[in-house]
């Protein structure tokens, strides 16, 4: 349901997100550029420490600045200029533009409070709605992510949920406001495989129903290949190479997601992880010169260690930044 011919919904140059400390900054982001078209789902995959959820936490200004220092040459989603969002469009960049959900639902919730009572107050807090209105709407969403005893779930406290229910429960109260592009990191990491399949169909159940946005960063090239309709593979705060899904696992273009591929070690119970590549991530607060990935790259040259690589456009949505390009 993607529409490419609208103007994106998330619009992102040159993103760079620096967190300063003593011992040399930590460059988490450096020079990231992308964007998501209305109703478009895109996956976001990386090693770990590869900038992606740093990324999304800037898009949403949810990076506490300071320590974080964010610059972009752009960075609008829905509209919204995020870096100059004062107020009140902050409250409309974190509901009706855009929610995140994350791997540990705890954090979405208040322990003192029932689900009920902080699904609610989501609800009210971006909408002119009464209480019991709100309560119904709660209700609602509560059974269209599939929790069945929803009356009793919306008078439960979040330690009384199992792991699958709260995230469950999350992405309700993520939907609450209707945003038009839902971020999900890692959503499923910490559930068993069987209630992380569940989890994602019903992401992409609702992603379809909604028309919404979605951006789904995980490890997991599984998840990506069954959920989105292209990809960005970031690495030492950089997009390596970007690619619609099918293209991306059928001719792969930068040495760094070919290493990825291999790296797959096939059936984990069904699932492809990203697993070790010979190596270590760049340290962000010393980042290599030249290509991020030539210390680990076999088919780095002089010109890989000494000049980054720009980026490439290879075809229609492929990308890729690379001197030695297969
Ligand atoms: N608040 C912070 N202060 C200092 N450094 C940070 C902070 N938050 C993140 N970083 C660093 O920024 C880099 C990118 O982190 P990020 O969380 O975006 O990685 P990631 O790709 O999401 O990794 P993972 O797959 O493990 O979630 C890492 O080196 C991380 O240690
Ligand atoms: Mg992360």
């Known amino acids: 349901m993607k529409d490419t011919q609208a103007q994106p919904i998330v619009e ?16 988490a982001v450096r020079g990231v550029s992308l964007a998501l078209h209305p109703g478009e789902s895109l996956g976001v995959v990386g090693e ?6 740093v990324s999304w936490m800037a898009v949403m200004r949810l990076l506490r600045a300071p320590p974080a220092e964010v610059e972009a040459g752009r960075l609008r989603l829905a509209g919204i200029e995020v870096m100059q969002a004062r107020r009140e469009e902050l409250t409309e960049l974190r509901g009706r533009a855009a929610a995140m959900i994350f791997q540990d639902p705890m954090t979405a919730f208040d322990p003192v409070f029932t689900i009920g009572h902080q699904i609610i107050e989501t609800i009210r807090a971006h909408r002119a709605t009464s209480k019991r209105a709100a309560r119904a709407e709660a209700l609602d969403l509560l059974e269209r992510v599939e929790i069945r005893n929803a009356e009793a ?16 429960a999350m992405i309700a109260m993520a939907l609450s406001c209707r945003p038009q592009v839902l971020i999900a990191d890692e959503p499923t990491t910490a559930l068993d495989v069987t209630v992380q399949a569940q989890i994602l169909q019903l992401i992409k159940d609702l992603q379809d129903e909604m028309g919404m946005g979605l951006v789904m960063i995980t490890h997991d090239l599984g998840v990506v290949a069954e959920t989105v309709d292209r990809v960005v593979v970031m690495y ?13 696992f059928e001719d792969p273009r930068h040495p760094y997601t070919r290493a990825l591929m291999v790296s797959i070690p096939g059936q984990e119970g069904g699932r492809r992880r990203l697993t070790e590549i010979p190596g270590a991530s760049p340290d962000p607060s010393d980042p290599p010169e030249g290509c991020p990935f030539h210390p680990r790259c076999t088919q780095a040259d002089a010109q890989c260690a000494a000049e980054e690589p720009p980026m490439a456009v290879l075809g229609p949505g492929r990308r890729a930044a690379c001197w030695r390009l297969t």
């Open 48 to 53: 770990s420490g590869s900038g992606k959820s």
């Open 236 to 248: 030492g705060g950089k997009v390596m190479e970007e690619a619609p899904v099918v293209e991306l």
């Open 12 to 27: 992102i140059e040159d993103l760079r997100v620096t967190f300063p400390q003593a011992e040399g900054s930590v460059r």
């Open 153 to 168: 779930i919306l008078d439960s406290y979040p330690h009384q949920l199992s792991g699958g229910m709260l995230q469950r």
